[in-house]
């Protein structure tokens, strides 16, 4: 994610004209060649263990998240040189989204109306089919429902952000073409 995150980054400078061609260049090519060595040391690791073994979910979802920025941006390299960073966004995150049904949108606005909050989110994990985050913002809840005095609100609504942000948010452009007005019932 750390990668991604700077490319993004360097590219947005890139735009702005912050960095000069030969600065984002060598910034990128320096990050790829880290990324194809944890790559391959990944690789070897995990063919050393045998079909077999079993990875934790989090090392799959992982390597899912860096397939997907890395295809992304290969994607948009190939096919929109010239496009800018929204028309970036839209062509990553709309080419396999669908609409979610105003009915479904209409239940997370009436979660958050009544200050559930995580139930909201987890609703939307579940339309996404993504059990592993729902589990996440149920826990998550349950534990600020369960100890709020002494978890403090802040520390859960602070992973909240986290989760919505780095997680969410980037699963819910892929999943739903109309994102931004569900992300905004939340």
Known sequence: MRYKSNMTEAYKKVLQGQLKEKEEVSMAIGQLK???????????????????????????????D????????ADYMKNNPEASEDEMEESVDLSEAVEMPKSDIDNVKSFTDRNQHYEARAYICARMKDSRLKSIYNEVGSLQDKYNKELGYLLSRNVRDQLDKMVLLPKMKRAF??????????
């Open 34 to 64: 880290t990324t194809i060595e944890n790559a391959q040391n990944l690789l070897s690791a995990l063919q050393g263990k045998g079909e077999d073994y079993d990875i934790e979910a989090w090392i799959q979802a992982k390597i899912t």
């Open 66 to 73: 860096a397939e997907h920025g890395m295809s992304a941006v």
């Open 177 to 186: 073409k109309n994102w931004k007005e569900i992300y905004s019932s939340i």
